[in-house]
DNA sequence: CAAGTGACAATAA
DNA sequence: TTTATTGCCACTT
């Protein structure tokens, strides 16, 4: 109900298979350009299960939740190899090629 | 209503 | 390059 939650929520759904979004454009969606916070608040808050990828949400400069995730960034880095997304050595993303175009 | 909190982001050193 | 600091916004208490 916490409409910003929501959003997020929805949002990150949209994020097609093989592409990865960052905390910030997730915000910008959801209508709060600054609220990147929030946005991984919400993930960590209340994740519904199996329903939100929120291994496709990175950080700004493409790296991976350092740790706090599913279990581990590896999990998360898994995850996004089997989408198709290449992730680095460092955990970190390509997002000149892998970041979501916003539509 | 006020204060505290946080899977971030940008800038400074 | 990494680490530290500040600003930010919405949610919780």
């Not at 916070?37 to 993930?43: D, N």
Request: net charge neutral; proline share 5%; aromatic share 10%.
């Amino acid at each position: 109900m916490q409409g910003f939650f929501e959003k997020v929520y929805a949002a990150i759904r949209l994020i097609p298979r093989g592409k990865v979004a960052t905390y910030g454009d997730i915000a910008r969606m959801t209508g709060a350009p600054r609220a990147a916070r929030q946005v991984g608040w919400a993930l960590h808050s209340n994740p519904r299960p199996g329903v939100n990828p929120c291994h496709r949400v990175v950080f700004a400069d493409g790296s991976l939740t350092d740790g706090f995730a599913f279990g581990g960034r590896d999990i998360q880095r898994a995850m996004l190899e089997e989408e198709g997304v290449e992730v680095g050595e460092d955990y970190r993303v390509n997002l000149a090629e892998y970041r979501w175009d916003g539509k």
